[in-house]
């Protein structure tokens, strides 16, 4: 770490460590590798000649493994048949600064350190940061944030120093997904392709390090958004997760829920029901977008697929009537008229939006219907005139058949571009009886999106981009100008397999894969939206999470796509839509979850779905 861009230890959105330079017999090592171990630790080594009489090969091996809970081991590793005695120098700094100001190209200037136990220690008007060394340091010299030591290692040996970073009063972190009480299920795939099982074992992976406990209530457990720049809870991308992953079991879709239930907006108020959530950037076309509008819209749409994917009864009607509050919010919200307008004066009225209220609207009917509640026929009345009014209104007309808007205004002007928003008009819900909703599109529009998400402007070979490429303002790496988003990405597919657009479906599908391979399967946020050419890899972006929470639950959603699984554990069945074009030959799941039990299931180089392990009782739908 050289303290530069944005380099660092991070703890509860402050940097702690910025710098931690080393320096061997007056050297830096020489970097031969930086990857990522596993989610919650980068392996860095280098090497080094100790004397010029060695002849070209190394005789020092310098191994440095970092954790994501605070500690730094470096390892010496001597390849020569005498003993080494080696001076060993640490440059350590940090700037205390904020996340915000970081990701802006806005911290400060380093902090002065004082000698502090067995290391230094910062300290700044807004927190106070320790290092501790052990073995301890021989010299720490303040003024020059340098620790120091003099390692003997014997013929072939190993000497080790660790660091341990710590801010004042914060106790040593521990990963939830450690536990034995984890809510996902460990599920293995198997196939043709060897990067379907490593993809699935690293999204899993992932996801463990990214749990996180309610702290007043132990028992529930949510998904961080992501690392280094979100470890908190994001509601909206908490619950987009927790739905992705719902074939790993209804454990963390429950969490979430009740989690997001205790910070309900109550009493009376036009924001009664509400789930609260933070602006989130739209892109160059659209003003911020309210995230505590989609995740009020999803709250009710996940405990539906949850009690279909087999969340026990009484757990669903414990969290009824907070759905409930969130679907009363809805219908007061849009009263007499047909739109879910932004919230606040003069609000556009989003594309996603109206996909999103649309999905809760019917899943939260069909919720509301199996629970004995009332209700449900009016929100079905409202989604018919919604699905009326939105093919008329939100379809822009060219000459290649024309688009879905991105947004209309109160005056009735559209905004026309063409990103990846659009397919949440492809992501309509599951209802009963392996049936999926209606969606917002009519058959003929629906295969001009099709159409348009599989053409090079959105398809850049490594998934789909947030913007179109010919489209004002396109910047591959815009967070939604341009860059490819897994979590989009992944919608696409499943909603494009599910309309029966295989073709569009599974090039998208092999781009993500063929980029997870370059990511070693672990996938980022986002990535650069160029384009794939012969030779070519995905360019990192540079401010993007990982491991990040939509992303590792978009790999699962990637790959259990190719099965299809819709259950029913009410009725008692589960009917199987696989893409029948086997994209990527014969796949194989084993310990995923449907009705409580472990389900396993394969899909044949043919299309062809067999069950081989279900709860008993569940039977195959049609």
Sequence with gaps: MTGRGLEGFYRGGRRVLSRCEIRVAGREPLAVQARMASADRARFVGTLRTSPQTGPDPDVIVER??????????????????????????????????????????????????????????????????????????????????????????????????????????????????????????????????????????????????????????????????????????????????????????????????????????????????????????????????????????????????????????????????????????????????????????????????AHAHRAALLGADLLDACGRTGGAALRQWAQSLRTAFRKDFWVEDRGGGRPAAARAQDGSVVPHLGAAAVHLLDTGLLGGGELAPGLLDKVRTENLARLLGSPVMDSGWGLRGLGAKEPGFNPFGHRAGAVRIQETALAVAGLAAAGYEKEASSLLRGVIAAAETFTHRLPEMYAGEQRMEGSAPLPHPAACRPAATAAAGGVLLLTTLVGIRPDAPAGTVTLRPVRGAPLGEVGFTGLRVAGAPFSVRVSRLGLAMVEEAADGLQLGV
């Design 65 to 354: 493994n970092r954790f994501a809970d605070g500690t730094e081991r470096i390892t010496l590793h001597s390849a020569v048949p005498r003993p080494l005695r080696l001076p060993v120098e640490l440059v350590l700094a940090t700037d205390l600064a904020d996340l915000g100001a970081i990701a802006s190209g806005n911290a400060g200037p380093e902090l002065s350190a004082t000698v502090h136990g067995s290391g230094l220690r910062w300290s700044c008007a807004t927190g106070n940061t320790s290092v501790a060394a052990e073995p301890p340091p021989a010299d720490a010299v303040a003024s020059a944030g340098l620790l120091r030591w003099e390692l003997d290692l014997p013929p072939g040996g190993s000497r080790t120093v660790e660091l341990r970073v710590r801010s004042d009063g914060a106790g040593p972190l521990r990963a939830v997904g450690r536990a034995a009480t984890s809510p996902l299920a460990a599920a293995c795939a198997e196939g043709d392709d060897p990067r379907v099982p490593a993809l699935l074992r690293t999204s899993i992976e992932d996801l463990q390090a990214l749990l996180l406990r309610d702290s007043a209530n132990p028992a529930d457990t949510h998904l961080a958004a992501g690392a280094p720049w979100r470890c908190g809870l994001a509601p909206a991308e908490a619950l987009v997760a927790a739905r992705m992953v719902l074939p790993l079991g209804t454990g963390l879709a429950a969490g979430t829920l009740r989690i997001l239930a205790r910070t309900q907006l109550t009493g009376p108020g036009a924001q009664a029901g509400m789930i609260p959530g933070p602006r989130r950037d739209a892109g160059p076309h659209l003003p911020p977008h309210c995230t505590a509008t989609e995740a009020t819209l999803l709250f009710p749409a996940l405990l539906a697929e949850a009690r279909r994917w087999g969340l026990p009864e009484q757990e669903t009607e414990a969290l009824l009537p907070a759905a409930e509050r969130c679907l009363d919010w809805l219908r007061n919200t849009v009263g007499d008229g047909t739109y879910l307008r932004d919230p606040n004066p003069g609000g556009l009225v989003r594309c996603e939006t109206q």
